[in-house]
């Protein structure tokens, strides 16, 4: 093949790539947007859907007839049969979910289960996947698994050097779970995971500097964007949050001397002030907002998780903090309260263009965050 050929087929891939970049982040488009967005003519981009529809990654439909203005143009829109499996290993569960190309959570699982060793993971997700691709993924095309692990995750290889509730050290998950399925197997930090799914469908779509902290049985981890780019440092373990010195504005709210953030922000004590077993994140939230210990309990963390906020807004000036799991229940009980409370707390030149939110994907935040890296080779290289 001359030079001349192979540069019309790179240049060919990568905007096979950006087309479908853009109905699977963006939704469904028509032909013409999908013009006027690459700045391709019409003919090429033409051209280009062909290819993605005979690949079957996308799909083709009419326009809404009453909206039609001039010559329609079909609408574009990620097919649902194109899945990646998320996989979030906990503590307490192991959840799975089949997400599609657009980032919609076709099936979900959680597996309740007690500190799981990876061969364990390995064989509760190698059951699932199969029951589901014997069932309701039948005739699907299943690209890859994501799994978004609490913990220490090397970048170069996916090796989890250190997820220390998990009680992982060194472990390799991604190649016994990619013999058993034979499918590409992609690893992550759960909360690196999280901030991208945020970032990309939902609570900062609109951000390009996100910080973003999420709070599971595990602990608590975080993701940062800074100009549109994850964060990850130089080894991949960038985000850690939860091992930072907690900030106590009094120090009788102090409850783990020496302790670091997640020691006092801690799940487990919301848990067992509200009397519960293994509650979910609403039957927690729900019994957060009843007076007695739990309220009491939670007021004090709010506390603590507002002046740590307010030291990442004076050393990074987000324009956006995201909150996931019990972190974001413990702001969704006074929500203009806990945000006036980060605001107080940080210099307000810093915090002037300052929004919080709670994740707007709930509880499939990190299934779509480790499901968007199963999808990443696919995205960059649509035919490859």
């Known amino acids: 093949m001359n030079e001349r050929a192979t540069t019309a087929e790179g240049v060919r891939r990568t905007n096979l790539a950006e087309v479908l970049r853009l109905v699977h982040h963006g939704g469904p488009r028509s032909r013409a947007v999908i013009t006027a967005e690459t700045g391709l003519n019409r003919s090429t981009v033409s051209d280009l859907v062909s290819s ?3 690949a079957g990654l996308v799909r083709e439909h009419d326009p809404d007839p009453t909206r039609r203005v001039g010559r329609p143009s079909p609408i574009v829109a990620a097919s649902p049969d194109v899945v990646a499996i998320g996989v979030n290993p906990e503590i307490d569960a192991v959840e799975i979910g089949a997400v599609s190309l657009g980032g919609a959570v076709r099936l979900r699982a959680r597996i309740a289960t007690s500190d799981p060793d ?3 993971v390995v064989d509760i997700v190698t059951r699932t996947v199969q029951e589901w691709r014997a069932g309701e993924l039948a005739g699907c095309r299943i690209v890859g698994v994501g799994i978004a692990v609490p913990g220490l995750v ?6 989890v050097r250190l997820a220390p ?7 390799d998950i991604a190649g016994p779970l990619r013999a058993a399925l034979d499918t590409p197997v992609v690893v992550g930090n759960d909360a690196s995971l999280g ?6 469908f939902g609570a900062a779509h609109e951000h390009t500097d996100v910080v ?3 709070g599971g049985a595990s602990g608590i981890g975080g993701g940062l964007v800074l100009h549109g780019q994850l964060i990850g440092g130089e080894g991949g373990y960038a985000g850690e949050w939860g091992q930072t010195a907690a ?3 009094d120090a009788a709210d102090r409850r783990a001397d020496g302790g670091v953030l997640e020691d006092e922000v801690n799940r487990a004590r919301l848990v067992r002030a509200a009397g519960l077993d293994a509650p979910d994140d609403a039957e927690l939230e729900a019994a957060l907002a009843s007076p007695g210990d739990a309220a009491d309990e939670a007021a004090r963390q709010r506390r603590i998780l507002a002046a740590t906020l307010g030291n990442a807004v004076n050393v990074l000036n987000p324009s956006m903090i995201v909150l996931g799991g019990f972190l974001g229940s413990l702001r969704d009980l006074d929500q203009q309260g806990f945000d006036d409370e980060v605001r107080a707390r940080a210099l307000a030149a810093s915090a002037e263009h300052l929004e919080l939110a709670s994740a707007a994907l709930g509880a499939d935040r990190l ?7 199963a999808l990443e080779r696919l995205l960059s290289d649509p035919l490859g």
Not at 154 to 159: E, F, K, P, V
Not at 195 to 200: C, I, K, N, P, S
């Open 52 to 54: 993605l529809v005979d």
């Open 118 to 120: 990876v061969a364990e």
């Open 154 to 159: 090397r970048a170069d290889d996916g090796l």
């Open 165 to 171: 509730h998990l009680h992982w050290n060194d472990a």
């Open 195 to 200: 901030v991208r799914a945020e970032r990309l």
């Open 212 to 214: 973003y902290l999420n």
């Open 247 to 249: 900030s106590l504005t």
């Open 367 to 373: 299934l779509i965050g480790a499901a968007e890296a």
